[in-house]
């Protein structure tokens, strides 16, 4: 089996996906010895632009993103998108909830011409995403697995799923129970429940499941006193984009 | 069986040594609202009289949520090898109920095949029982679960002042003679137990018509209404399920390391709620809404149990109930069977 050469970019993020992946320290030798990493935006220097698989971070909000996001697509054989930005759009649409004027407005004020901020979208909204790799920031365990599976050909399992099943395969008690919200019910599992571990309620970064019951959740969020506003809030963290690509409306 | 007593101010005494003694399993507070079955080390961090019912059930002891099966090595010749983890252990204060879920999983992992994963840690543990009051949402009178006839090897009553023990194995008998006090049970012991019982049972308030539902479900079976409105808000999360005492179902999965040489194949909790449970080869999912699902997995507890083996698939400890976000609740959708019926 030869190794397959693999190109691990960044767009518009935090960088903190790119930075899970070097934070699998005791993997990472196994890693760099099972594929070829040709190109790493926030690791190496070196780039080719002979790659079978682009692992991609970031959502796309400017003209040059769009012009290199359509390269990869044009050189990847395979794309997946690591983290919830580069998957959904993430939290950089909330930019777009103010519309994109009055966003370059408030931040740049008069020199707001000067900047190439476009509506945010994410990465298939591009080109064809064959793998998600979701989260805020994605699962370094995940990002692994898909590696693992593209290696030996098999289709990466990922968790269609909520939230709850890996709460309760991990004996949590539900922070409903304990006054607090959760949007565990309708996103899909796959980080082993990371927030309601911790004693907090999902925030959703790693957007809803295939079929999630939104109703059924608002019902519950209203039931526990929050106004149609603070559930849209709620929704919004992670899930605001609402344009093409993008499976399932939230709200 | 035997039939001993304990004075209560033996008790304490008793318990100390069974932590002292062995790997010691019982329900301590979790948080302000759960207890959960966890390794004690103090007498004081050990609390039997708890309210709700624990989160996991005593299956995660046996069954756990995530285990390991075999690791593998690939090379010229494929080296495989079984990991069976096990160590004797004393699983303290488990009621009734919860007792013959574990009986229920006994059966299932040795009724078509002895699932060694399952015994190895089944035969090594101990069982203690105890009473405890029904929590809410329990209805394991309804379904003859609220009493243990087998399955622990010392079952304790607590009765004013005294406990009365059942001692049903001979590991039973060792450890009570060995690490109590204790005395024959006399005429006037087994009265006051038979009174304990009655009043026991008349703590059950929550009752559900369980009587006539194996016929009642073929009337509402194909009511498409029906299992839309139970449906309606059902998140497919699997959450009642995954709390289940008596839910066996597991997925098995492959997970080899980065080299492609090692490995290991591990099985986790499954559920029929999610849609991936029925999704087969080539795409096709014979259950593809939540409609089917919640049909199913009241067929599968209520009715095809019964069919197969004739026995249910549920001892009515209510954690489904309590587990369920979207309120859905086995005992309300089972007595509203009876009166769609009777409508
Ligand atoms: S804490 Fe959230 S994810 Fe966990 S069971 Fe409750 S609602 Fe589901
Ligand atoms: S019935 Fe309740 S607990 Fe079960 S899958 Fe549906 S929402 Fe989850």
């Given at each position: 089996?030869?190794?397959?050469?693999?190109?691990?970019?960044?767009?518009?993020?935090?960088?903190?996906?790119?930075?899970?992946?070097?934070?699998?320290?005791?993997?990472?030798?196994?890693?760099?010895?099972?594929?070829?990493?040709?190109?790493?935006?926030?690791?190496?220097?070196?780039?080719?632009?002979?790659?079978?698989?682009?692992?991609?971070?970031?959502?796309?909000?400017?003209?040059?993103?769009?012009?290199?996001?359509?390269?990869?697509?044009?050189?990847?054989?395979?794309?997946?998108?690591?983290?919830?930005?580069?998957?959904?759009?993430?939290?950089?649409?909330?930019?777009?909830?103010?519309?994109?004027?009055?966003?370059?407005?408030?931040?740049?004020?008069?020199?707001?011409?000067?900047?190439?901020?476009?509506?945010?979208?994410?990465?298939?909204?591009?080109?064809?995403?064959?793998?998600?790799?979701?989260?805020?920031?994605?699962?370094?365990?995940?990002?692994?697995?898909?590696?693992?599976?593209?290696?030996?050909?098999?289709?990466?399992?990922?968790?269609?799923y909520p939230?709850c099943v890996?709460?309760k395969?991990?004996?949590?008690?539900?922070?409903?129970?304990?006054?607090?919200?959760?949007?565990?019910p309708v996103?899909?599992?796959?980080?082993?429940?990371?927030?309601?571990?911790?004693?907090?309620?999902?925030?959703?970064?790693?957007?809803?499941i295939?079929d999630p019951n939104?109703n059924a959740e608002?019902d519950l969020?209203?039931?526990?006193?929050?106004?149609?506003?603070?559930?849209?809030?709620?929704?919004?963290?992670?899930?605001?984009?609402?344009?093409?690509?993008?499976?399932?409306?939230?709200? | 069986?035997?039939?001993?007593?304990?004075?209560?101010?033996?008790?304490?005494?008793?318990?100390?040594?069974?932590?002292?003694?062995?790997?010691?399993?019982?329900?301590?507070?979790?948080?302000?609202?759960?207890?959960?079955?966890?390794?004690?080390?103090?007498?004081?961090?050990?609390?039997?009289?708890?309210?709700?019912?624990?989160?996991?059930?005593?299956?995660?002891?046996?069954?756990?949520?995530?285990?390991?099966?075999?690791?593998?090595?690939?090379?010229?010749?494929?080296?495989?090898?079984?990991?069976?983890?096990?160590?004797?252990?004393?699983?303290?204060?488990?009621?009734?109920?919860?007792?013959?879920?574990?009986?229920?999983?006994?059966?299932?992992?040795?009724?078509?095949?002895?699932?060694?994963?399952?015994?190895?840690?089944?035969?090594?543990?101990?069982?203690?029982?105890?009473?405890?009051?029904?929590?809410?949402t329990?209805?394991?009178?309804?379904?003859?679960?609220?009493?243990?006839?087998?399955?622990?090897?010392?079952?304790?009553?607590?009765?004013?002042?005294?406990?009365?023990?059942?001692?049903?194995?001979?590991?039973?008998?060792?450890?009570?003679?060995?690490?109590?006090?204790?005395?024959?049970?006399?005429?006037?012991?087994?009265?006051?137990?038979?009174?304990?019982?009655?009043?026991?049972?008349?703590?059950?308030?929550?009752?559900i018509?369980i009587?006539?539902f194996?016929?009642d479900f073929e009337f509402i079976y194909s009511n498409e209404k029906y299992w839309e409105e139970a449906s309606k808000n059902c998140y497919s999360c699997g959450s009642c399920n995954l709390v289940c005492?008596t839910c066996?179902c597991?997925?098995?999965?492959?997970?080899?390391?980065?080299?492609?040489?090692?490995?290991?194949?591990?099985?986790?909790?499954d559920s029929c709620m999610i849609p991936e449970y029925g999704l087969?080869?080539?795409?096709?999912n014979f259950r593809p809404t939540k409609e089917n699902r919640l049909k199913q997995r009241y067929r599968c507890k209520l009715k095809t149990f019964?069919?197969?083996?004739?026995?249910y698939a549920c001892?009515?400890?209510g954690r489904c109930i309590e587990a369920c976000l979207a309120k859905i609740n086995i005992v309300e959708d089972v007595n509203s069977v009876k009166k769609e019926?009777?409508?």
């Amino acid at each position: 089996m030869s190794k397959p050469k693999v190109g691990i970019f960044g767009f518009t993020g935090c960088g903190g996906c790119q930075l899970e992946i070097l934070n699998l320290e005791n993997y990472i030798l196994d890693l760099v010895g099972a594929i070829d990493i040709v190109h790493f935006t926030e690791a190496i220097t070196e780039h080719s632009d002979n790659y079978d698989i682009a692992l991609v971070e970031g959502a796309i909000t400017t003209k040059h993103g769009v012009e290199r996001i359509e390269k990869i697509g044009n050189i990847a054989k395979i794309i997946v998108a690591i983290g919830s930005c580069a998957c959904n759009g993430g939290l950089n649409c909330l930019k777009d909830l103010y519309g994109l004027e009055k966003a370059k407005e408030l931040v740049y004020g008069d020199k707001k011409d000067w900047i190439g901020s476009i509506e945010v979208k994410p990465v298939d909204a591009y080109v064809k995403v064959d793998y998600y790799a979701r989260g805020c920031p994605a699962n370094r365990f995940e990002i692994v697995d898909i590696i693992k599976a593209l290696i030996v050909g098999k289709k990466p399992e990922i968790p269609n799923y909520p939230v709850c099943v890996e709460c309760k395969r991990n004996g949590n008690t539900c922070v409903y129970e304990l006054g607090m919200t959760c949007m565990g019910p309708v996103i899909r599992a796959g980080c082993n429940s990371r927030c309601p571990n911790s004693g907090a309620g999902c925030d959703g970064c790693r957007g809803p499941i295939d079929d999630p019951n939104i109703n059924a959740e608002k019902d519950l969020l209203a039931e526990y006193g929050l106004t149609v506003e603070d559930i849209m809030q709620q929704f919004s963290l992670y899930n605001a984009y609402r344009g093409k690509g993008i499976k399932q409306k939230i709200m | 069986m035997l039939y001993k007593i304990l004075k209560k101010e033996n008790y304490t005494d008793f318990v100390e040594k069974l932590i002292s003694e062995y790997e010691f399993i019982g329900p301590k507070k979790k948080d302000k609202v759960f207890h959960d079955f966890v390794p004690i080390k103090d007498l004081r961090e050990l609390d039997t009289d708890y309210k709700k019912t624990t989160i996991a059930p005593a299956k995660k002891l046996l069954f756990p949520p995530t285990e390991e099966l075999v690791e593998y090595e690939v090379g010229d010749v494929i080296k495989v090898k079984p990991l069976v983890e096990s160590s004797e252990k004393i699983l303290f204060g488990i009621d009734a109920c919860d007792i013959n879920g574990m009986n229920f999983m006994d059966w299932i992992f040795s009724t078509e095949f002895i699932d060694e994963n399952y015994f190895a840690k089944r035969r090594k543990l101990i069982v203690i029982g105890k009473d405890r009051e029904p929590s809410e949402t329990c209805f394991a009178l309804s379904m003859g679960a609220e009493y243990a006839k087998d399955g622990f090897d010392i079952f304790l009553t607590e009765l004013e002042d005294r406990y009365f023990l059942r001692i049903a194995t001979s590991k039973g008998n060792e450890i009570t003679e060995k690490f109590a006090r204790i005395q024959d049970a006399t005429d006037s012991d087994f009265r006051d137990y038979d009174k304990f019982m009655d009043d026991y049972r008349s703590k059950f308030k929550l009752k559900i018509n369980i009587d006539n539902f194996y016929d009642d479900f073929e009337f509402i079976y194909s009511n498409e209404k029906y299992w839309e409105e139970a449906s309606k808000n059902c998140y497919s999360c699997g959450s009642c399920n995954l709390v289940c005492p008596t839910c066996f179902c597991f997925n098995v999965k492959d997970d080899m390391q980065l080299n492609l040489k090692v490995g290991n194949k591990m099985r986790e909790w499954d559920s029929c709620m999610i849609p991936e449970y029925g999704l087969v080869a080539g795409g096709h999912n014979f259950r593809p809404t939540k409609e089917n699902r919640l049909k199913q997995r009241y067929r599968c507890k209520l009715k095809t149990f019964v069919d197969k083996y004739g026995k249910y698939a549920c001892v009515g400890c209510g954690r489904c109930i309590e587990a369920c976000l979207a309120k859905i609740n086995i005992v309300e959708d089972v007595n509203s069977v009876k009166k769609e019926v009777s409508a």
